[in-house]
């Protein structure tokens, strides 16, 4: 069975690695640039499960899959590749800065629920936090909670070994590829891709494109509507680590994040910048400061830090409906969607590379297989 999958970002190569342990699939990616070019490359791959808000149904099921998931796909990707991909095993540790009695009891509530479903989370006071983490100095740190199971990746790092371990195990990758056009045999199912590499056929289509997933499913007259939100990081050097050099945390709070990178760097991040008018945003310099700012506000150190690189990228993010969109594109039987993960693509693409596989097996490997 053919299976195409459009769009080699994280998502896309997730997908591509997990069909190819499937037997009896012939699997081809095709992407207009090479791997990690956009959503991805500018990720800061900061999983946040436990520490999350979700505690029920499909969204918090899809954070546990992926993080239980990334235990075990890290080391075995790790293993085949030879590469050494980032990891983060010390957790996640998000400051809070309003101590009020309503969020507190929220916290703790999220706490039990935790620890009813199997993780751990702790709430830390202030001097627990100047004990353990000294680089915070914020006198507006009310306190923390610290996720010792989230964890943080390099989203590049991984992707490129995604596609390594594909390719060692029969995947095709195109790459310079764009689709041009779609062909239907019947009313509900596509039979062929017309791309500036000629026509590819297959079975099963996958559209894991982020935001070239809404032009492609318009060809098919069936729009996902996906939008655009800038987000922009920098790279900054301290020389050495920031407090504790045994304990590097990747660390949170007001959607500020300060991520060890090794060597004395770290990433800080992301802006959230919505169009104004039509798609085009050009990225705020102010908002990128009043980031950096935040962290300083942190983590005092990091005023003394250079600027090694700013870097910037568009998350896809569904219009008028919950992200992300997996599932059968409506109108089709064999186009599945996995795409629209917004600001959740590293996090969610082991559980969403499940959840293609799943519908694929189920309904057509045929008897043959």
């Known amino acids: 069975m053919n299976v195409v999958i459009i769009g080699c970002g994280v998502v896309g190569a997730a997908i591509a690695y997990e069909l190819s342990l499937v037997k009896g699939l012939k699997i081809t990616v095709c992407d207009r640039q090479p791997p990690?070019?956009?959503?991805?490359?500018?990720?800061?791959?900061?999983?946040?499960?436990?520490?999350?808000?979700?505690?029920?149904?499909?969204?918090?099921?899809?954070?546990?899959?992926?993080i239980q998931r990334y235990e075990t796909l890290i080391p075995?990707?790790?293993?085949?590749?030879?590469?050494?991909?980032?990891?983060?095993?010390?957790?996640?540790?998000?400051?809070?800065?309003?101590?009020?009695?309503?969020?507190?009891?929220?916290?703790?509530?999220?706490?039990?629920?935790?620890?009813?479903?199997?993780?751990?989370?702790?709430?830390?006071?202030?001097?627990?936090?100047?004990?353990?983490?000294?680089?915070?100095?914020?006198k507006k740190v009310t306190g923390a909670v610290y996720s010792p199971q989230d964890r943080q990746l390099d989203p590049t790092a991984l992707t490129l070994a995604l596609v390594e371990t594909a390719q060692q195990n029969g995947v095709t990758f195109k790459f310079g590829v764009t689709v041009l056009d779609a062909t239907t045999s019947t009313p509900e199912f596509c039979n062929q891709l017309e791309t500036t590499e000629g026509k590819i056929t297959a079975d099963w289509f996958v559209i894991a494109a982020g935001l070239g997933s809404t032009p492609l499913t318009a060809k098919l007259n069936q729009i996902i509507d996906i939008r655009?939100?800038?987000?922009?990081?920098?790279?900054?050097?301290?020389?050495?680590?920031?407090?504790?050099?045994?304990?590097?945390?990747?660390?949170?709070?007001?959607?500020?994040?300060?991520?060890?990178?090794?060597?004395?760097?770290?990433?800080?991040?992301?802006?959230?910048?919505?169009?104004?008018?039509?798609?085009?945003?050009?990225?705020?310099?102010?908002?990128?400061?009043?980031?950096?700012?935040?962290?300083?506000?942190?983590?005092?150190?990091?005023?003394?830090?250079?600027?090694?690189?700013t870097w910037s990228g568009l998350r896809p993010r569904p219009q008028g409906r919950p992200a992300p969109v997996i599932g059968k594109l409506p109108g089709f039987s064999n186009i599945l969607l996995a795409t629209g993960h917004y600001?959740?693509?590293?996090?969610?693409?082991?559980?969403?590379?499940?959840?293609?596989?799943?519908?694929?097996?189920?309904?057509?490997?045929?008897?043959g297989d």
């Open 36 to 66: 990690a070019q956009a959503s991805t490359g500018a990720a800061l791959g900061v999983l946040m499960g436990a520490i999350s808000q979700k505690i029920k149904g499909k969204a918090w099921q899809m954070r546990q899959t992926s």
């Open 76 to 138: 075995e990707l790790e293993a085949l590749t030879g590469r050494k991909i980032p990891f983060n095993r010390q957790g996640i540790l998000m400051l809070l800065s309003d101590s009020s009695l309503e969020v507190m009891s929220a916290w703790e509530k999220l706490v039990e629920v935790r620890h009813s479903q199997g993780w751990d989370l702790e709430i830390w006071d202030t001097a627990k936090v100047q004990n353990i983490c000294p680089q915070v100095g914020s």
């Open 228 to 309: 655009p939100v800038l987000g922009q990081a920098l790279q900054m050097r301290v020389g050495h680590p920031l407090g504790n050099p045994d304990f590097q945390p990747a660390i949170t709070g007001n959607d500020v994040h300060i991520v060890p990178v090794g060597g004395g760097d770290y990433w800080v991040g992301a802006t959230v910048e919505f169009p104004s008018n039509g798609d085009e945003i050009p990225p705020n310099q102010e908002l990128l400061e009043s980031v950096r700012e935040q962290a300083i506000a942190f983590c005092p150190e990091l005023a003394t830090a250079s600027i090694l690189r």
């Open 343 to 367: 600001r959740n693509g590293v996090l969610l693409a082991p559980a969403t590379a499940y959840a293609i596989r799943e519908m694929i097996i189920s309904q057509g490997l045929g008897t």
